[in-house]
C-alpha cells in the first residue's frame, strides 16, 4: 500500500514540476468585461433593395479634429462575421487638448439575414499595428 502512495505522490509532484516550469509567468492571472470606447453605436439604412448597412460610432479622441479612415470592411457571410480595420488620424496643426468626440462611418453593405460577431480593429498611424477596441454580436433581418 504504501508503494502506491509513494508513486502517487511522485506523480504529482512531477505534474506540479511540469506546471511550474511551463510558461505560467505569461499567462493571464484574471479575466474581466471591458467597457467598449464607442458611444452611441447606431446602424442605419440606405437605398432601395438590397438595402445597405451603414454603422456609425462616436468615440471620445484627446482633442477636436480626429478623423478615422476604414481601411478595411470584410464580411463573412458563411461564419456570420464582420471585420472592420480603422485607422484614427490625428488633427493637423496645433488644437487645444480637450476630449472631444470623433465619429466614424462604416459602410458594411448588403448583408445575408443572421446574427453577426462584429470586430472593430484600429490603429493610431499606420506605423502602428491593429488592435483590436471593441466586439458586438449585430442581428440582421
Known amino acids: ?23 505560467t509567468e505569461t499567462k493571464a492571472t484574471h479575466v ?23 454603422l456609425h460610432f462616436v468615440r471620445d479622441m484627446p482633442t477636436p479634429g480626429w478623423t478615422f479612415d476604414i481601411d478595411e470592411v470584410s464580411v463573412d457571410a458563411e461564419t456570420k462575421r464582420i471585420v472592420i480595420r480603422a485607422t484614427e488620424k ?19 453593405g448588403a448583408l445575408d439575414p443572421g446574427r453577426y460577431v462584429l470586430e472593430c480593429w484600429t490603429r493610431r498611424g499606420t506605423e502602428r ?13
Not at 135 to 140: D, K, N, P, T, Y
Request: overall charge neutral; proline content about 8%.
Open 1 to 23: 500500500m504504501s508503494s502506491k502512495i509513494g508513486i502517487s505522490i511522485l506523480a504529482a509532484l512531477a505534474t506540479a514540476c511540469t506546471w511550474a516550469g511551463s510558461d
Open 32 to 54: 474581466e468585461r471591458t467597457v467598449s470606447p464607442f458611444e452611441d453605436v447606431r446602424i442605419s439604412m440606405r437605398g432601395p433593395k438590397p438595402v445597405r448597412f451603414v
Open 90 to 108: 490625428r488633427p493637423d496643426g496645433i488644437v487645444v487638448q480637450v476630449i472631444s468626440p470623433a465619429e466614424m462611418t462604416v459602410e458594411l
Open 129 to 141: 499595428p491593429y488592435g483590436l477596441t471593441d466586439a458586438m454580436v449585430v442581428s440582421a433581418r
